[in-house]
């Protein structure tokens, strides 16, 4: 089956400092990835979808030179969040599209960051 | 926009019992229907889909039939067991368009 990872699945890191998380999709290319913020007990929340080789497209309300999204390859893509603060703290996840008529997201671990 | 609404928990069942978890949904045109499943420390895992009215997406003994009538595609699985346990997501996304909405997630219990 498809394949997505995601590193680190924990970080924790001082407040003021930058983080990046990776996305790899491990066994096919990914033209699309999206990453998702979910907070306790709720649900997850698109905040962007990254495409490869252009600029990522941003939902309503999330900063995006805060959430820094680069898709360098087919086969990943990261979220820096930069100046990171408390607020910040939650469970990243992000999901790749296999594309090709399959309609159907594959989704990473997830990467836990707490900022203190 | 789009929108799902989704039962709240947490639900805690017994081994064995009939499990139901309601889902309604609001959407422009006719999108595809979801049910995704997060156990304990683990991402998230499709467990079923329908693409058109009156599909019904199975798998692992769960069930889910799109209804377009009444805009809903309910979770069931007639004996549930213990291994069952987890959070339960249901979304949809527009056709030709892989954004995916999400409802607010069931928590599910199962004890022996």
């Not at chain 1, 394949?3 to 790899?24: A, D």
């Not at chain 1, 905040?47 to 999330?62: D, H, I, P, R």
């Not at chain 2, 929108?3 to 019992?17: N, R």
Request: glycine share 8%; hydrophobic share 30%.
């Amino acid at each position: 089956g498809a394949v997505v990872s995601q590193h680190p699945s924990r970080v924790i890191c001082k407040s003021g400092t930058s983080v990046k998380i990776e996305c790899r999709s491990l066994d096919f290319q990914a033209t699309t990835m999206f990453w998702y913020r979910q907070f306790p007990k709720q649900s997850l929340m698109l905040m962007a979808t990254s495409n490869e080789g252009s600029k990522a497209t941003y939902e309503q309300g999330v900063e995006k030179d805060k959430f820094l999204i680069n898709h360098a390859s087919l086969t990943l893509s990261t979220l820096t969040v930069t100046s990171a603060h408390p607020e910040d703290s939650s469970f990243y996840i992000c999901s790749a599209d296999r594309g090709q008529g399959y309609n159907e997201q594959f989704f990473g671990p997830g990467t836990r960051l707490t900022v203190l | 926009g789009n929108s799902v609404t989704q039962m709240e928990g947490p639900v805690t069942l017994s081994e064995e019992a009939f499990l139901t978890i309601n889902c309604t949904y609001t959407a422009t045109g006719y999108p595809s229907l979801f049910w995704y499943v997060q156990y304990p420390g683990e991402g998230l895992q499709l467990l079923l889909k329908a693409t058109k009215a009156d599909d019904k997406g199975s798998n692992k003994g769960f069930e889910a039939t799109y209804r377009k009538e009444t805009t809903s595609f309910h979770l069931e699985k007639g004996s549930v067991q213990v291994s069952d346990s987890a959070v339960y997501f249901c979304a949809l996304s527009n056709f030709g368009n892989e954004k995916l909405t999400f409802g607010t997630g069931t928590r599910l219990t199962i004890i022996p």
